[in-house]
């Protein structure tokens, strides 16, 4: 899927590209910021179950930026892109929980990224914020990243990650 995005002729992709081409990565937070913003308004939101006739299903990136996503795929599509601006994966986690909001809870996914000085922050696809855990009524169960999946063992919102050492094999 990498490579398609290099290569990929289509429309929606090539002015993503463009896109891309233009962040000023010279500071973290801004990047972040303006990543997640650009990703936000670039991928519609569609339920797998519209797209896809199931109930889930993780696609890659090309086809998110093609035909939309739900919240993994978004958040997924952001991880893809922190990595092409070498954004060390050990600090990049697919957070899975649940999200309360509205007064209603809900299934949900989430980037969480850690910066150099490890601040963790959470890159939101519902709204364009990056927010601090402590922001964020989420409810972390587990999280995926170039490990495997760890449960997630914090119950202080302002660390929802634990390092390998406090998180369950």
Known sequence: PAKSLETS????????????????????????????????SDV????????????????????????????????????SVLKRFDWPRDRMHLLVGILTEGGRKASHAIL????????????RSITDDVVHPSEFDFIPIYAVDHRGTLIVKSSAPQHLLHTQSTAAP
């Open 112 to 123: 969480l990224v850690e910066t150099s000085t490890g601040e963790q922050l959470l890159l």
């Open 44 to 79: 519609r939101y569609v339920d797998d179950y519209t797209h896809f006739h199931l109930k889930d299903f993780w696609a890659d990136p090309e086809t998110v930026l093609e035909e939309g996503g739900d919240c993994e795929d978004i958040a997924l599509v952001k991880a």
């Open 9 to 40: 002729n289509h429309s929606r992709i090539k002015h993503w590209r463009a896109q891309m081409q233009q962040l000023d990565i010279s500071d973290e937070k801004s990047m972040l910021v303006a990543l997640n913003r650009l990703i936000n």
